[in-house]
């Protein structure tokens, strides 16, 4: 049965001495999902730039990550374990410069250091040393975790993402934005079918079918067949026909531009309804019926 949620983007900043860790921290991430997504009506999306970053020119890498990844980031989590990073030209290592903006942006950030033991001919120095200098720095800006082993990582971490979501004034403040919402609001206190967005027939039609969809998505793709807009099994354009492709473009846009259905992919290639969407869907159903 499909339900709607907010969804945050949760990032991993790690070096690459970190890959272990990095791995259970998406897999931890994914477990929140499996538990308490549902319930809290929240979905915590796993980005990193390997996937989520598209190629561009104009700027240095790490810049294009920023802007790409890093500025749409809700939660970050930081772990170390005996590298800092390769340096960006601004920062020690884009791992740090990630970490630095994210929280200069007012956003919750966890950084964990791991001190599983080492053998210290395979460590660089230079290295070694930039990081427990940044670790000293970060010790007095905030509280840090410390881990022994990977399962204690795990747990920690499984622990804190609960911890955060749950008491995190980030996630209340949103929380408590989208309980209350412009669109929400005129529902309750007016009449509904006056406050409701004016859509064409076509963005009705869509905005109706992508709420039966199990998965509340639309997909828009473009292979050398054409284009298609498709979510509940259907798919809206006649192929290769630039009319019908202009007109279902159309109506997506109109959703995005109502809020009714926001952008979750990198490419403009998926969308998911919002609650907005879902309560002008039963609207509309209520019309028809």
């Not at 970050?76 to 374990?81: A, M, R, T």
């Not at 949103?174 to 859509?199: G, Y």
Request: hydrophobic share 35%; charged share 30%; with cysteine.
């Amino acid at each position: 049965m499909s339900y709607s949620a907010r969804v945050y983007r949760v990032m991993i900043a790690s070096p690459s001495d970190v890959a272990t860790e990095h791995e259970l921290a998406r897999k931890a991430v994914n477990e929140w999902n499996e538990l308490h997504a549902r319930t809290k009506q929240i979905i915590l999306e796993h980005v990193e730039w390997k996937t989520h970053v598209a190629p561009q020119m104009g700027d240095r890498p790490q810049a294009i990550i920023n802007k790409q990844l890093l500025k749409e980031t809700d939660l970050l989590i930081g772990i170390f374990w005996t590298r800092i990073g390769t340096p960006t030209g601004q920062s020690i290592s884009g791992t740090v410069e990630e970490i630095e903006k994210h929280i200069a942006a007012g956003k919750p950030a966890m950084l964990y250091f791991s001190k599983q033991p080492v053998i210290l001919d395979s460590i660089d120095p230079e290295q070694y040393e930039q990081l427990k200098a940044f670790k000293n720095e970060c010790s007095k800006k905030g509280l840090l975790n410390e881990y022994e082993n990977l399962a204690q990582f795990k747990e920690n971490l499984s622990r804190h993402i609960v911890q955060i979501v749950n008491s995190n004034e980030y996630f209340l403040k949103s929380k408590k934005e989208d309980d209350v919402s412009p669109f929400q609001e005129a529902i309750h206190t007016t009449d509904k079918n006056e406050m409701r967005p004016e859509l064409t027939k076509e963005a009705e039609k869509l905005l109706i079918e992508t709420a039966k969809d199990a998965s509340g998505r639309i997909l828009k793709i473009r292979t050398f067949d054409g284009l298609s807009i498709e979510t509940n099994g259907i798919n809206f354009v006649e192929q290769l026909n630039p009319r019908s492709e202009a007109i279902w473009e159309g109506a997506l846009q109109e959703l995005c531009d109502n809020g009714l259905i926001r952008d979750q992919g990198y490419k403009g290639e998926i969308f998911a309804i919002t609650r907005e969407g879902y309560e002008l869907a039963d609207l509309l159903n209520i019309k028809e019926h």
